[in-house]
């Protein structure tokens, strides 16, 4: 079970997730310091290995800085629910080996909620409210890209096998 | 049903006679664009997996830019990282400290962008090559890191928005505000996995330099790529310039091709633009916003660092004082030469503005121009986020060179057709 960081907003972007103040390292555990920071400077402090982030409509717009996706990840959050995602955000996440969810149901989850996701089947159980809210999970390629551990283990497995 | 300039180039990249929007296909990469922040990390991917190879030395062009000069121990580190793997690996087109400048100022400028290619860069305003008439786009480290050792890469082909720019520009405005105005009709995530395809009239009569502003910012809309046809403007250019390959294959959208949506816009009736903080889409006419107390104007970036802005700036700080702190950035070193030359420094010192050596510096709140809190700047960059040029409570008011010219001269966001 994880706990529901919600963030009640469009277009939360790059700069919010990871100020380009911190860019000049690449480093996940460094990053993941300055998580959310200009958006909430207590993420950090709040956020419990494998918690969500939710959001609304375009999360991760602006940069195709893919340390937005390592400072989430490094975060210890395990996935962010968002009613859409940014193109290069999306992309970016699939090629970590990084689920994420879009679902235009995200009003049914609240701050704090507990709540248990299923990847393979599309389900969020929403303990705290008893609400359920199914997704439309992930292609195909990019589950087979997840799968296999991200775009880098997928194209050696593609060129070895 | 015709195909749409993006379908066809992304085809031709695939081998394949034709594509649809909503395809996924896998495609060849004519030119990838790296950087020093994006960059590095490819790298140490592709070191830690040992899969160090790259897929062709001539096809990758590298510039430090967005924390060069270094502007800490850590970005040093990060150059130092580019610099040994380009050296490493022979890469042909290495712009090294000197030559280097704003990845998509430089690019174009050394002739490295050709109509009809498709080009990748580390970077998601790599969509401004896309006024070349090539199929452009950002891409994450990872992607970058497959693209590098494989040549290839995934996508889903975009469904096409039609932007039709009528009419033409008067007297202040510029293809800044025309972008300005698209990106407030549609939302920051109006052409979310879309392409932006760009036409009509008012577009005719831009320069190169101008139809990149317009393609710099398509990202600024979620697009996924920005795209221009190809004009005697575009041939123009790139002849005489070209490095490597001089050959090129111009494509255009077919007169049934399919769009999912069309914009008109007058550009006559336009007005300088300025759009407010803290998205690209909060455009207002400078009419309704003239006379807001600012802190310090920028005039510099790949949206609006290259020449002709500066000389639009210089022309009106021209036997003018700033009133406020001013930085002028010329985005390349070729573009600070001619600048130079032009004897454009002598107007912008006179006026009591600082010129900075090529970098991305304080577009994105790296280094030299940074914002305190609660300061205010008017800024010829592309994005306004929350903390995008230092302090969280600080602010970025959107704008092309002219009005951030005219608002240095006044303190406060003012309408450059008064010094026109
Ligand atoms: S000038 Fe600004 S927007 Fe352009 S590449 Fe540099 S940091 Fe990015």
Redesign the interface.
């Known amino acids: 079970m994880a706990k529901a960081h919600k963030y009640d907003r ?2 939360i ?1 790059t ?2 997730i990871i ?3 911190y ?4 480093d996940e555990q460094e990053l993941a310091k300055h998580c959310m920071e ?2 909430d400077a207590e993420f950090v402090k709040k956020c419990q290995a494998g918690d969500i982030i939710v959001a609304g ?2 999360f991760g ?7 937005a ?1 390592w400072a989430i990840r490094g975060a210890n959050v395990s996935t962010v629910i968002a009613k ?1 995602f ?3 955000f999306y ?2 996440a699939i ?2 080996g990084f689920y994420i969810i879009e679902t235009p149901d995200v009003d049914k989850i609240s701050d704090g909620d507990e709540i248990e996701v299923d990847f393979e089947n599309g389900l969020i159980k929403n303990v705290t409210s008893g609400k359920d809210i199914n997704f439309e999970p992930l292609p195909d ?1 990019a589950r087979e890209i997840i799968n296999n551990g ?4 997928h ?2 497995k593609a ?1 070895t096998d | 049903m015709g195909s749409t300039i993006t379908e066809k180039i992304l085809a031709k990249a695939a081998g394949k006679e034709t594509v649809k929007a909503g395809q996924l296909v896998d495609a060849e990469i004519d030119v990838i664009m790296c950087h020093d922040v994006t960059t590095p990390p490819a790298i140490s991917m592709l070191e830690d997996k040992k899969i160090d190879t790259v897929f062709d030395t001539e096809k990758i062009v590298v510039t430090p830019d967005h924390f060069q000069p270094a502007k800490d121990i850590q970005s040093a580190a990060l150059h130092k990282r580019l610099d040994k793997w380009a050296r490493k690996h022979n890469i042909r087109y290495y712009y090294k400290i000197g030559q280097a400048g704003v990845c998509h100022a430089l690019l174009p400028e050394q002739g490295h962008i050709r109509p009809g290619e498709v080009i990748v860069g580390g970077d998601s305003h790599t969509c401004t090559y896309g006024a070349f008439g090539a199929f452009s786009t950002g891409i994450g480290s990872t992607d970058l890191a497959a693209a590098i050792a494989t040549g290839k890469l995934w996508f889903k082909v975009p469904e096409s928005m039609k932007f039709v720019l009528n009419g033409s520009l008067g007297k202040g405005v510029y293809s800044k505000d025309v972008i300005l105005e698209a990106i407030r009709l549609i939302g920051t995530d109006g052409a979310l996995y879309k392409a932006m395809e760009f036409t009509g009239p008012a577009l005719a009569d831009m320069s190169m330099e101008a139809r990149m502003t317009i393609t710099n910012m398509a990202i600024e809309a979620g697009g996924k790529n920005g795209i221009m046809g190809f004009d005697d403007i575009t041939k123009e250019y790139l002849d005489g310039r070209l490095k490597g390959k001089t050959d090129y294959e111009v494509f255009e959208s077919d007169a049934d091709a399919e769009y999912c949506r069309t914009i008109e816009i007058d550009c006559s009736k336009l007005e300088p633009m300025v759009a407010m903080p803290h998205l690209p889409s909060n455009g207002v006419p400078i009419s309704k916003c003239a006379g807001k107390d600012m802190d310090q104007a920028y005039i510099g970036s790949c949206t609006n660092g290259r020449i002709e802005d500066l000389r639009i700036a210089a022309d009106i700080l021209k036997g003018k004082k700033v009133a406020i702190r001013t930085l002028i950035v010329p985005a390349t070193p070729t573009i600070w030469k001619m600048a130079k030359d032009e004897g454009l420094f002598d107007i912008f010192y006179d006026a009591g503005c600082v010129i900075s050596a090529p970098t991305c510096g304080a577009c994105l709140g790296g280094f030299m121009g940074v914002l305190a809190e609660g300061e205010k700047c008017v800024s010829t960059t592309n994005r306004n986020f929350v903390g995008r040029m230092g302090h969280p409570k600080s602010e970025v008011y959107l704008t092309s060179p002219a009005t951030a010219a005219a608002s240095a001269i006044e303190g406060k966001l003012a309408d450059p057709r008064s010094y026109l």
Not at chain 1, 61 to 67: A, D, L, N, P, T
Not at chain 1, 150 to 153: D, F, K, N, P, R
């Open positions: 469009d277009h972007n700069d919010e100020p380009a103040r860019l000049n390292t690449d200009d958006l409509e375009d717009c602006g940069s195709s800085r893919e340390h996706v859409s940014a193109r290069i992309r970016n090629d970590n390629f991200g775009l880098l283990e194209i050696k060129t």
